[in-house]
T-cell receptor, first 114, second 113 residues
């Protein structure tokens, strides 16, 4: 069965620190990959996505992610976090065929200290 | 433009009651998805509509759960004989077509007492 693992459940950083959140998936075929963010009291919003092409994807608010096919990974990075990045981050994978239903990880809660 | 909207935002019901949760997708989006998010978990797929038909309902946990999308726009998720374990946030998402990025609504928080 397809699955997504986010190994860091809670992360606490100080402002200006660098961020890397891990995401690994299990699926043997072609996939589309996403990172969504949920700010406190708000709904899920798309940060970035990978469908094909350059495996280094840049998203909104300075976030980027790198798809490493050999490692089944799609880690999220940001060089310098801000207090406003405090949120929960979800990695999602969908097979690139069929119904394209998302398989989500359990999420990572990021708290950035001012 | 308007995003995905869901009503009600919160629903409290008693065990054994029937509930309906509504989703208004982004205008023109043909694909509609329902997910359920339990505390501390990521969203889990329930059902997918392409147009009016349920193309994949493999995520519905049992036959107490049913969803419709009669005119290919608004969708209603129906839960019969609710149980305490049904308490969760129910999310709706829509996309312009199958395989395209999904846009999520704010969810309906269901609490079954």
């Amino acid at each position: 069965a397809q699955s997504v693992s986010q190994h860091n459940h809670h992360v606490i950083l100080s402002e200006a620190a660098s961020l890397e959140l891990g995401c690994n998936y299990s699926y043997g075929g072609t996939v589309n990959l996403f990172w969504y963010v949920q700010y406190p009291g708000q709904h899920l919003q798309l940060l970035l996505k990978y469908f094909s092409g350059d495996p280094l994807v840049k998203g909104i608010k300075g976030f980027e992610a790198e798809f490493i096919k050999s490692k089944f990974s799609f880690n999220l990075r940001k060089p310098s976090v801000q207090w406003s990045d405090t949120a929960e981050y979800f990695c999602a994978v969908t097979p690139a065929s069929g119904t394209y239903k998302y398989i989500f990880g359990t999420g990572t809660r990021l708290k950035v200290l001012a | 433009g308007a995003g995905v909207s869901q009503t009600p935002s919160n629903k409290v019901t008693e065990k054994g009651k029937y509930v309906e949760l509504r989703c208004d997708p982004i205008s023109g989006h043909t694909a509609l998805y329902w997910y359920r998010q339990s505390l501390g978990q990521g969203p889990e797929f329930l059902i997918y509509f392409q147009g009016t038909g349920a193309a994949d309902d493999s995520g519905l946990p049992n036959d107490r759960f049913f969803a419709v999308r009669p005119e290919g726009s608004v969708s209603t998720l129906k839960i019969q004989r609710t149980e305490r374990g049904d308490s969760a946030v129910y999310l709706c998402a829509s996309s312009p077509g199958v395989g395209e990025t999904q846009y999520f609504g704010p969810g309906t928080r269901l609490l079954v007492l």
